[in-house]
Nanobody, 119 residues
Framework: QVQLVESGGGLVQTGDSLRLSCVVSGGTFRMLSMGWFRQAPGKERQFLAAINNTYGGTAYAFSVKDRFTISRDNAKNTAYLQMNRLKLEDTAVYYC????????????WGQGTQVTVSS
């Protein structure tokens, strides 16, 4: 079965940059569209970004579109989320997601990686 494993989270300061990685196993990576979400304590899980499995088209939440960039490396079966100019409100658990077809429905979730932004 498809498995997603996130990494790259940690403790950073406001204004710093961080790159998250999501390694996919158990499936054909090139057939999957990929996405990133986050969830802060007491809040709903929030969509951040997605990237298509064919032409690499992307979509972003308005709240992060000027600071975050999603990308993928099909040779490494890995999706990335580059986060720049981090803010305190970016503190959350970040989740990788995979879609078997382009749609709002997430088929597979990673376990999450913690990102903590301090001042």
């Amino acid at each position: 079965q498809v498995q997603l494993v996130e990494s790259g989270g940690g403790l950073v300061q406001t204004g710093d940059s961080l790159r998250l990685s999501c390694v996919v196993s158990g499936g054909t990576f090139r057939m999957l569209s990929m996405g990133w979400f986050r969830q802060a304590p007491g809040k709903e899980r929030q969509f951040l970004a997605a990237i298509n499995n064919t032409y690499g088209g992307t979509a972003y939440a308005f709240s992060v579109k000027d600071r975050f960039t999603i990308s993928r490396d099909n040779a490494k079966n890995t999706a990335y989320l580059q986060m720049n100019r981090l803010k305190l409100e970016d503190t959350a658990v970040y989740y990788c997601a995979a879609y078997k077809r382009p749609s709002p429905h997430v088929d597979f979730w990673g376990q999450g990686t913690q990102v903590t932004v301090s001042s």
